[in-house]
């Protein structure tokens, strides 16, 4: 047999979850929940039998219904009760069953969208493969939708890639990037705190994250100092190739300003790094003052010799913004200035998993090329996306006000993306217990919230943190009386938190 | 900017294709092709306009109706005609847009169906991400169905991963075997021919594809002298610590016989090999004498120690068989006897890209699960996979006949899989004009029948084959009309083409 001494070394070395303690109360905590549902519904149908028989009720049996569980651990709409966009089902529904749709029943560019989407399928299923880098007519549609969002800076369809999410593409990316074999290893800088996938595909790959830390106290603000120091730290450590960054972050929703995007354009062509832009959240901005650009926008905006050579993959996708069809799995990389023998061993790279999923490209396309006023799916279209926007609004508003009036509790604002990331100033007696019940003192603090509040977050170490420094992650895509009920069952938990440990 | 020398070697060493050319031109004729559509079309609205407009037609501006291209170079059934099942659509377009489904539209099985699948995913939404091996209730349900399927032989949920497609969890498994790092390189032996992709990941994670060959003259049977061959022949260049094969066979159509089966798990335990069995083809098996069985039942009705120590890894698809849903990406691997510490990296892995489609995981419940007799679905879904066998199995006999009674061709029988993998006897001079061209003699040949014949199929090279043997391989699973006509333009090009070079 295998032993563990005998597998990769670079799988070896990647993080173990330091958080399994969590996630296996949660799923305790759910299996009971759902046990409980069902002891419910087989007392209520025991109910109604033995009332038919006996005449009879045990409906004493029936036990309250439980307040159930809120499950924020994950950047997951639907999950947390947000609901699909009519015209993005009504329109897969059509490709899958062309059948089942009757003119009554759908509006008209519903039944002309999927028609054109199924036209570019082979055999006009979406049961058969398609071209490597996706459907050829969506990948076009894609690539003008970059350039009306980059204000007219061209877009080429050669250099997009659809895959299954964005993750896989941008692992297909660092595979081209990171020499496993080379000594010193391949570097890529990342953001502290940072997407723990993203952290994970790196080191799996046999390179090195070299961390740089976004400043909290300046909302999370990227500074070029502190991509220098970096840079220096890895001096004997590795060869950093990549500068990876998100915006808008994840987990920390800070959106950066065109001038610090120069700044960091500017630094990765001068340390000849290969800039990675995890821009998937580019619906989801909420401040005022805060505006999504890309970097592609910014780097086309700049003179040359920069914007003709620093080369430059931007990564979206459909799981997440408004749509967040996350479980079609779509997303899609646009390339830039990749000399063209290296975009050739790209090809062959996607090639190796013959396609992204169709639905999930289609759901690309419909992200892309949402309904037009005048287009009779239009009023429905946009009173979904306005309701789930003004709601997301709403909620980080919330967060920001209730976490910022909680003792031992401080929130930068969140600017963009799905997720809150409040910062916990935990007492030297609850860090002390955590310790003792070996475990870190956030993931403590959330198996706490969890089993006696029903609420379900992921602790900041599970992203990376500044050493000594508290962090919860939660979504903050879900309703709004479910955001209600989130704060005020994590005030009253937190209060007899820092009570118990004062 | 980087350029080709800075690039990871592993990704530098996948095999470029050899018949880019080929693809090249396939692809600028089917552009042609729907410009001869549009061009069509667009004449014939012109007609009406005109004959509204003045009485004129000019319908004599009409071209004759291209005879089309045959398009069997993927193994991918709706692309050359097979229609989707019924079943499978319906349940999967009632789960996206669950508004759509009437009473009266849909049989109850199909909602309940539908019904009980959204039950298992997070919101109730396909829009949710799920657990990493995939939606707990579906991948308990593959169990069951690989317990019935292996008489019994027991299986257990917990080693059942759902991934998007079968080969990207090959690629995953390969990951934790392969030592990127190691010095020599981690082998794994690959059959010749193999499916291309295969082979593809292999090199592509650093690792050296060391090839056994097939015995084409005995039906491309797996003859275990020659994995020993394969072994010694490792010597000094690598370590093998895998061995991969493929029943029923791509693209050679060979099933395993369970004595064959069992003298490879007694090879692979002899010499502490990992067996990895791509078994994606098990419901396509067409011989009278053929049966499939899985590496798993004949591994578990062996004796100790072996049915308790040889690791096996196991791979099925719903892009496979009957159900042919290629473009919804969902496959899964089942593992046998690996050591606990090993799973948990395996799991590691899989977590890094999220989940697999959430319709493909749903394809794979309906694939391991098809609707029974008694149930509403069921008279359609039986009519309907008849008709798919019993065309296969006639196209696999045409195929036979015809090409064996053609004089430079011999095609062993197809017993399973998905494609006819005939031996051309080619002629020196089309040798010679082929090397004046500078293309292998395979693909000259192909890109001759692509562009005269207007059949597209894949040269042998691409999979490879014994030095000096040239083959073609096309996708049996087409209707047998186009089959006939496949069959009736190779014969007219191939008796062309062996009088142009005698």
Not at 121 to 147: L, M, P, Q
Not at 205 to 221: H, T
């Amino acid at each position: 047999m295998f032993v563990l001494q005998e597998i990769s070394p670079n799988v070896r070395n990647i993080k173990q979850l330091q958080y399994a303690v969590l996630l296996r109360r949660a799923s305790q905590i759910k299996e009971k929940l759902r046990r409980k549902e069902k002891y419910k519904l087989l007392t209520c149908l025991l109910s109604r039998f033995q009332h038919f028989c006996f005449k009879f009720t045990c409906s004493q049996k029936v036990r309250k219904p439980n307040k159930g569980l809120i499950d924020v651990c994950w950047g997951d709409p639907h999950r947390a009760g947000v609901k699909p966009l009519t015209f993005v089902r009504q329109v897969l529904a059509a490709c899958l069953y062309p059948q089942l749709v009757d003119s009554d029943k759908l509006p008209v560019d519903v039944r002309q969208r999927a028609q054109m989407l199924l036209k570019g399928c082979a055999g006009g299923s979406v049961g058969s493969y398609t071209a490597t880098a996706g459907i050829s007519e969506i990948v076009h549609r894609i690539s003008a939708f970059i350039t009306r969002r980059d204000g007219g800076a061209p877009s080429h369809p050669e250099n997009i890639y659809i895959s299954p999410g964005s993750q896989w593409a941008l692992t297909n990316i660092l595979n081209v990037l990171v020499d496993s074999e080379a000594s010193p290893k391949t570097g890529v800088l990342t953001p502290l705190p940072c997407y723990s996938i993203s952290s994970m595909s790196i080191v799996g790959l046999g390179a090195v994250a070299v961390p740089y830390g976004l400043c909290e106290e300046r909302g999370w603000e990227l500074q070029v100092e502190e991509l220098h120091r970096a840079l220096e730290s890895a001096k004997g450590v590795c060869k950093p190739v990549a500068l990876y960054v998100i915006n808008p972050g994840n987990p920390t929703g800070q959106v950066q300003s065109r001038k610090s995007m120069q700044e960091v354009i500017r630094f990765v062509s001068e340390k000849r790094l290969f800039l990675l832009a995890d821009e998937v959240y580019q619906d989801c901005v909420y401040g005022d003052k805060s505006e999504f650009v890309s970097y592609k926008r910014v780097l086309a905006e700049m003179d040359p010799p920069l914007s003709d050579t620093v080369e430059l993959a931007s990564f979206h996708s459909a799981s997440k913004g408004l749509m967040g069809e996350c479980g079609l799995r779509g997303g899609y990389v646009e390339l830039v200035n990749l000399d063209p023998s290296i975009m050739k061993y790209i090809y062959t790279l996607f090639s190796a998993d013959s396609c992204a999923p169709v639905l999930g490209q289609f759901a690309l396309d419909l992200l892309t090329n949402p309904p037009q006023p005048g287009d009779p799916s239009y009023p429905l279209y946009r009173e979904e996306t306005q309701h789930i926007r003004s709601t997301l609004v709403h909620n980080v508003k919330r967060v920001f006000e209730v976490l910022n009036s909680l003792p031992g509790f401080s929130c930068q604002p969140v600017e963009g993306g799905a997720f809150a990331f409040p910062r916990m100033h935990l007492p030297p007696k609850a860090i002390q217990k955590a310790k003792e019940m070996g475990m870190q003192p956030d993931v403590y603090y959330c198996v706490r919230l969890l089993e006696e509040a029903g609420v379900f977050v992921k602790p900041g170490c599970e992203y990376g943190v500044k050493e000594g420094t508290h962090h919860i992650r939660f979504c903050i895509m879900v309703q709004e009386d479910i955001m209600e009920e989130l704060l005020r069952r994590l005030t009253s938990f937190h209060t007899q938190f820092m009570k118990d440990f004062s």
